[in-house]
């Protein structure tokens, strides 16, 4: 085996310690790189790769960076995904014979990096770990950056875990090998990079000690392991105290709305589905907060909605008084302006990496606090005054700093200039000594100028050979022989000391050291001890950033009009007028259509809702799911009233997230949602499901979907939204006493459609996707032979439908169908009576309303949604009364076919089945014969 050279032999050593991270191994100036991982990180910072020898048999690959600018560097390797090991030398090269002694002092990973530039401040960066005992899984979850630790266990279903640590959205991951992997797989794609670490070791003492033996004792034996795994492993890679975590929150998953990954991004929570961007998302439109805590604390909330009443009660009334509070919103957003992260300046103070600047910036930020203790003390809110009653303005902390720190000081903390003149007498002393000093060097430069007349002659410093008299080669001639030692040459002038100056230097360079030295001191000093109020702070960001979070849902509440929802125990939903937050928010106009919702438990918990493409299904259905979130996170909601019932999970099944993980295809996707959401909802579930069914052949789709709405009907009973393509499933309203058809509403007019985006009683019958794909701007070709096509199948369906529907119900298939009977009608009125569809009846409906025929808008009871704006309909006595001519050609046909004899003969037989006394066998038997005859015509 190759020998290699001590230093070699040494980077070998320790980089066994940090097999999975990169290893910055210093010398002297430099982090160097060998090896592979030289080879790698050369290509991954696109630095030159170059190598040396090492006793070895070849020249050793190697890489390096400045140390200097090494942050930089790192940084991009954590983005990356990657770890990397920080290897110091900890001792003086300079002091030491042979090899000088190198320890790792730190493992930066993606989950523990304390930089800002890289969490992004308006975000918290979580490190998670999990594991599984006794029938549970454990999560813990940490954000080293704001001093934030949660845990919580939740049964061993990966569901619930998944969907538990995807509400963080970690960095990283540590904890059992065996659940890691199996996360890995479930994690959604597109979001952000995860590194795995599987980790074993779990250190209890170091928890307690942490933490207190009374926090320890709190916690469950599952909790335990996992928080212990996760200090471990932090106290493994920080090498350092880690004081910014002074609290264990225990919580239990129970007490929050239960929203899956896709759910969350379906309903585009925290950001879009397309761009995933903020812009767009419900987060976007709500967070108006003024500080970064409050922004995470806002994020948070959307994240974990919440099931108890009265915790919403006290949320919303902060958010209530502080919506009719302008004034005193725009002082208090003043206020909060100035405020700077506090939690992250707590978390750097207890790192040990705040500098001068972060100790003003916590001055400045403390310096607002008993403003706004003040604005909310007095405030006609009984949650803003508990709150101001809760804060310690932490007032001798602030004190503290501004006796020490000047007002500037500079970004390092080495080089003095940080304290402030009259804090500490020794380091004034020595300040004078130095001032005192430069003074004198002035003099001696004024003096040596008036005695050899030379008045180019100048007193300069540098750093090898400190003060010297400078004087240019012209001028030499003039200087006294004897005084001068000769120190440098330089082109056109020569440097020069004398031995008074050089005593003087020494005196000011050792003032200047003691000075620094001691400014260090005193500015670590002050640092220890703020770390010790930590915990104070983190208490006082936390109140800070909930006044943040109630003054934006205040603010965003009243400037989009929002009301404050009605909460209740209770099964019904009822929304009058709403709106969906973010989609009405983004139209420049005011045209967004208000669409009300009565989700009730007698009789309307399932709203069946048909209507073509573009007509705003998905948007409504969102709209209802926004709705309850937004009241169970305590912020105002977009209606003109919402009654709102404590929903314990909201489950949505919307085609356009389609998420193909490993290779799945959109059906097997869509029917494992539907197969979480049959085992989980409860009847205090909402459900959306958006074309449910589509994906694949027509028949199977429709049978799928009616057996998913019975089950959910029979057997969860909660409330549901569900949108289909299948118009022919409008006659479930006949057999599930909970469903009822509804259809957004649309008006023809000559070949135009016109989407009214209004929700009405009913079910559809087109979805006019020939005429989106018109919008969309499909070749004329394609369009005209589709619509071609589509007749043709028009007429084929239409003469099976006469044909097939008796026989299907004669099969014992299908259940009773909604839509008037063959048998019901008879003679050539049926198949046309076929024809016209809910809508069609609406669209002349509403050109009744329109002309003032009050008879006709009579015979329609009154419904959710009803309140249908006249205006809407203005063009509409014309229009509804000319269809596509498509379509009436369509309509013409069916009646032609209507008086065939052959056509009267299927009808006449499905009529004289004896549906209710005949097997399956004979049923069948129909149905081959229908089809022959159908076949024949
Ligand atoms: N209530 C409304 N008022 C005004 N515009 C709306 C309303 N609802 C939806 N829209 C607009 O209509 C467009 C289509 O809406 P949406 O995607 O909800 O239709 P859809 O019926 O689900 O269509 P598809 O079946 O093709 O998915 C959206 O761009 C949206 O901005």
């Given at each position: 085996?190759?020998?290699?050279?001590?230093?070699?032999?040494?980077?070998?050593?320790?980089?066994?310690?940090?097999?999975?991270?990169?290893?910055?191994?210093?010398?002297?100036?430099?982090?160097?790189?060998?090896?592979?991982?030289?080879?790698?990180?050369?290509?991954?910072?696109?630095?030159?790769?170059?190598?040396?020898?090492?006793?070895?048999?070849?020249?050793?690959?190697?890489?390096?960076?400045?140390?200097?600018?090494?942050?930089?560097?790192?940084?991009?390797?954590?983005?990356?995904?990657?770890?990397?090991?920080?290897?110091?030398?900890?001792?003086?090269?300079?002091?030491?014979?042979?090899?000088?002694?190198?320890?790792?002092?730190?493992?930066?990973?993606?989950?523990?990096i304390m930089d800002s530039k890289?969490v992004g401040d308006r975000?918290n960066n979580?490190?998670?770990?999990?594991?599984?005992?006794?029938?549970?899984?454990?999560?813990?979850?940490?954000d080293l950056s704001t001093g934030e630790?949660?845990?919580?266990?939740?049964?061993?279903?990966?569901?619930?875990?998944?969907?538990?640590?995807?509400?963080?959205?970690?960095?990283?991951?540590?904890?059992?090998?065996?659940?890691?992997?199996?996360?890995?797989?479930?994690?959604?794609?597109?979001?952000?990079?995860?590194?795995?670490?599987?980790?074993?070791?779990?250190?209890?003492?170091?928890?307690?000690?942490?933490?207190?033996?009374?926090?320890?004792?709190?916690?469950?034996?599952?909790?335990?392991?996992?928080?212990?795994?996760?200090?471990?492993?932090?106290?493994?890679?920080?090498?350092?105290?880690l004081g910014q975590l002074t609290?264990?929150?225990?919580?239990?998953?129970?007490?929050?709305?239960?929203?899956?990954?896709?759910?969350?991004?379906?309903?585009?929570?925290?950001?879009?589905?397309?761009?995933?961007?903020?812009?767009?998302?419900?987060?976007?439109?709500?967070?108006?907060?003024e500080t970064s805590m409050g922004a995470r604390l806002?994020?948070?909330?959307?994240?974990?909605?919440?099931?108890?009443?009265?915790?919403?009660?006290?949320?919303?009334?902060?958010?209530?008084?502080?919506?009719?509070?302008?004034?005193?919103?725009?002082?208090?957003?003043?206020?909060l302006k100035e405020i700077y992260d506090l939690e992250r300046l707590v978390g750097r103070i207890a790192f040990g990496s705040a500098n001068g600047r972060d100790m003003n910036a916590l001055k400045l930020s403390l310096g607002q606090v008993?403003?706004?203790?003040?604005?909310?003390?007095?405030?006609?809110?009984?949650?803003?005054?508990?709150?101001?009653?809760?804060?310690d303005a932490c007032?001798?902390l602030r004190?503290l700093i501004e006796?020490a720190i000047?007002?500037?000081p500079?970004v390092?903390v080495?080089?003095?200039?940080i304290?402030?003149?009259?804090?500490?007498?020794?380091?004034?002393?020595?300040?004078?000594?130095?001032?005192?000093?430069?003074?004198?060097?002035?003099?001696?430069?004024?003096?040596?100028?008036?005695?050899?007349?030379?008045?180019?002659?100048?007193?300069?410093?540098?750093?090898?050979?400190?003060?010297?008299?400078?004087?240019?080669?012209?001028?030499?001639?003039?200087?006294?022989?004897?005084?001068?030692?000769?120190?440098?040459?330089?082109?056109?002038?020569?440097?020069?000391?004398?031995?008074?100056?050089?005593?003087?230097?020494?005196?000011?360079?050792?003032?200047?050291?003691?000075?620094?030295?001691?400014?260090?001191?005193?500015f670590t000093?002050l640092r220890d001890k703020l770390n010790t109020q930590v915990s104070r702070l983190q208490k006082l960001a936390e109140k800070i950033a909930?006044?943040d979070?109630?003054?934006?849902?205040?603010?965003?509440?009243?400037?989009?009009?929002?009301?404050?929802?009605?909460?209740?125990?209770?099964?019904?939903?009822?929304?009058?007028?709403?709106?969906?937050?973010?989609?009405?928010?983004?139209?420049?106009?005011?045209?967004?259509?208000?669409?009300?919702?009565?989700?009730?438990?007698?009789?309307?918990?399932?709203?069946?809702?048909?209507?073509?493409?573009?007509?705003?299904?998905?948007?409504?259905?969102?709209?209802?799911?926004?709705?309850?979130?937004?009241?169970?996170?305590?912020?105002?909601?977009?209606?003109?009233?919402?009654?709102?019932?404590?929903?314990?999970?909201?489950?949505?099944?919307?085609?356009?997230?389609?998420?193909?993980?490993?290779?799945?295809?959109?059906?097997?996707?869509?029917?494992?949602?539907?197969?979480?959401?049959?085992?989980?909802?409860?009847?205090?579930?909402?459900?959306?499901?958006?074309?449910?069914?589509?994906?694949?052949?027509?028949?199977?789709?429709?049978?799928?979907?009616?057996?998913?709405?019975?089950?959910?009907?029979?057997?969860?009973?909660?409330?549901?939204?569900?949108?289909?393509?299948?118009?022919?499933?409008?006659?479930?309203?006949?057999?599930?006493?909970?469903?009822?058809?509804?259809?957004?509403?649309?008006?023809?007019?000559?070949?135009?459609?016109?989407?009214?985006?209004?929700?009405?009683?009913?079910?559809?019958?087109?979805?006019?996707?020939?005429?989106?794909?018109?919008?969309?701007?499909?070749?004329?070709?394609?369009?005209?032979?589709?619509?071609?096509?589509?007749?043709?199948?028009?007429?084929?369906?239409?003469?099976?439908?006469?044909?097939?529907?008796?026989?299907?119900?004669?099969?014992?298939?299908?259940?009773?169908?909604?839509?008037?009977?063959?048998?019901?009608?008879?003679?050539?009125?049926?198949?046309?009576?076929?024809?016209?569809?809910?809508?069609?009846?609406?669209?002349?409906?509403?050109?009744?309303?329109?002309?003032?025929?009050?008879?006709?808008?009579?015979?329609?009871?009154?419904?959710?949604?009803?309140?249908?704006?006249?205006?809407?309909?203005?063009?509409?006595?014309?229009?509804?009364?000319?269809?596509?001519?498509?379509?009436?050609?369509?309509?013409?046909?069916?009646?032609?076919?209507?008086?065939?004899?052959?056509?009267?003969?299927?009808?006449?037989?499905?009529?004289?089945?004896?549906?209710?006394?005949?097997?399956?066998?004979?049923?069948?038997?129909?149905?081959?014969?229908?089809?022959?005859?159908?076949?024949?015509?």
């Amino acid at each position: 085996m190759a020998k290699y050279t001590p230093m070699i032999e040494q980077y070998l050593k320790i980089k066994e310690q940090a097999q999975d991270a990169f290893l910055f191994f210093r010398l002297g100036d430099f982090y160097e790189m060998f090896f592979d991982d030289a080879i790698l990180a050369s290509k991954e910072l696109e630095i030159t790769l170059t190598g040396r020898e090492g006793g070895g048999d070849e020249r050793i690959p190697m890489c390096g960076v400045p140390y200097h600018s090494a942050e930089g560097y790192i940084q991009r390797l954590i983005e990356k995904g990657y770890k990397v090991a920080i290897c110091e030398q900890m001792e003086d090269a300079s002091a030491v014979k042979g090899m000088v002694r190198r320890e790792i002092v730190r493992v930066v990973t993606p989950g523990t990096i304390m930089d800002s530039k890289v969490v992004g401040d308006r975000s918290n960066n979580y490190m998670v770990c999990v594991t599984g005992t006794g029938g549970l899984y454990s999560l813990a979850a940490c954000d080293l950056s704001t001093g934030e630790l949660y845990v919580t266990s939740v049964p061993a279903s990966e569901e619930w875990l998944r969907d538990e640590i995807n509400l963080y959205e970690p960095s990283e991951m540590i904890g059992d090998a065996d659940l890691l992997d199996v996360i890995s797989g479930q994690m959604p794609p597109g979001g952000r990079a995860v590194v795995y670490t599987p980790w074993e070791r779990r250190e209890d003492e170091l928890v307690k000690s942490q933490f207190g033996e009374a926090a320890w004792a709190r916690l469950e034996e599952e909790r335990r392991i996992c928080v212990s795994l996760l200090i471990s492993y932090l106290s493994e890679t920080q090498k350092r105290s880690l004081g910014q975590l002074t609290e264990i929150s225990s919580y239990e998953p129970g007490q929050y709305m239960v929203l899956d990954p896709f759910t969350r991004r379906n309903l585009e929570l925290v950001e879009t589905v397309r761009e995933r961007s903020k812009k767009g998302s419900l987060l976007w439109l709500l967070d108006r907060t003024e500080t970064s805590m409050g922004a995470r604390l806002l994020r948070r909330r959307i994240d974990k909605p919440l099931l108890s009443k009265s915790r919403i009660e006290e949320r919303l009334e902060a958010v209530e008084y502080l919506y009719h509070q302008y004034i005193l919103r725009e002082d208090l957003r003043g206020a909060l302006k100035e405020i700077y992260d506090l939690e992250r300046l707590v978390g750097r103070i207890a790192f040990g990496s705040a500098n001068g600047r972060d100790m003003n910036a916590l001055k400045l930020s403390l310096g607002q606090v008993p403003g706004i203790k003040e604005m909310c003390g007095t405030a006609g809110s009984a949650t803003l005054r508990r709150l101001a009653a809760e804060m310690d303005a932490c007032e001798d902390l602030r004190e503290l700093i501004e006796e020490a720190i000047v007002d500037d000081p500079p970004v390092s903390v080495r080089d003095g200039g940080i304290i402030k003149p009259g804090f500490h007498e020794r380091l004034d002393e020595l300040r004078e000594a130095s001032t005192n000093g430069k003074r004198w060097i002035a003099e001696l430069e004024a003096r040596e100028r008036a005695e050899t007349g030379i008045k180019s002659l100048k007193i300069g410093y540098n750093k090898v050979f400190g003060y010297f008299i400078e004087v240019t080669k012209s001028n030499l001639s003039s200087l006294p022989e004897g005084r001068y030692e000769r120190k440098q040459t330089l082109a056109n002038a020569e440097r020069f000391v004398t031995p008074e100056l050089k005593e003087k230097e020494s005196l000011i360079l050792e003032a200047q050291e003691k000075m620094v030295d001691l400014e260090y001191a005193l500015f670590t000093e002050l640092r220890d001890k703020l770390n010790t109020q930590v915990s104070r702070l983190q208490k006082l960001a936390e109140k800070i950033a909930e006044i943040d979070v109630y003054q934006s849902l205040a603010a965003v509440s009243a400037e989009h009009r929002f009301v404050k929802p009605e909460l209740s125990e209770g099964y019904d939903l009822i929304v009058e007028g709403g709106r969906h937050p973010v989609v009405e928010a983004v139209m420049k106009d005011t045209s967004f259509v208000a669409n009300g919702t009565e989700l009730r438990k007698d009789g309307s918990s399932i709203l069946l809702i048909t209507g073509p493409n573009m007509a705003g299904k998905s948007t409504y259905m969102r709209q209802v799911a926004l709705l309850s979130i937004l009241a169970q996170i305590g912020c105002f909601v977009p209606a003109e009233r919402a009654v709102i019932p404590m929903v314990d999970r909201i489950f949505t099944r919307i085609g356009a997230a389609d998420d193909l993980i490993g290779g799945q295809s959109t059906f097997m996707v869509e029917m494992a949602d539907i197969q979480v959401m049959t085992d989980k909802a409860t009847p205090r579930s909402l459900i959306i499901i958006d074309e449910l069914g589509r994906g694949t052949s027509t028949s199977e789709g429709m049978a799928i979907a009616q057996a998913v709405i019975e089950y959910v009907h029979d057997h969860i009973g909660c409330k549901a939204l569900v949108s289909t393509h299948f118009h022919e499933l409008a006659h479930l309203q006949e057999s599930l006493s909970g469903l009822r058809n509804f259809s957004m509403a649309v008006q023809e007019s000559g070949d135009k459609v016109h989407f009214l985006r209004k929700l009405i009683p009913g079910a559809a019958d087109s979805s006019y996707g020939i005429y989106c794909a018109r919008l969309a701007g499909l070749p004329h070709s394609i369009i005209e032979r589709a619509y071609g096509l589509l007749q043709g199948l028009e007429q084929v369906s239409l003469l099976a439908v006469g044909a097939g529907q008796g026989a299907a119900a004669a099969a014992g298939g299908l259940p009773g169908d909604g839509s008037p009977r063959p048998h019901e009608t008879g003679g050539a009125a049926p198949l046309k009576e076929l024809r016209r569809s809910e809508p069609e009846a609406q669209a002349d409906e509403a050109v009744a309303i329109a002309s003032g025929t009050a008879e006709a808008a009579a015979e329609r009871g009154p419904a959710p949604g009803e309140v249908i704006q006249l205006s809407i309909f203005d063009e509409a006595d014309t229009a509804a009364a000319e269809h596509a001519d498509a379509r009436r050609q369509t309509a013409a046909a069916a009646e032609a076919a209507a008086f065939d004899p052959q056509v009267k003969g299927i009808i006449d037989a499905v009529k004289g089945a004896d549906v209710m006394n005949m097997t399956p066998l004979q049923a069948m038997q129909l149905l081959n014969e229908l089809k022959q005859k159908a076949r024949d015509l």
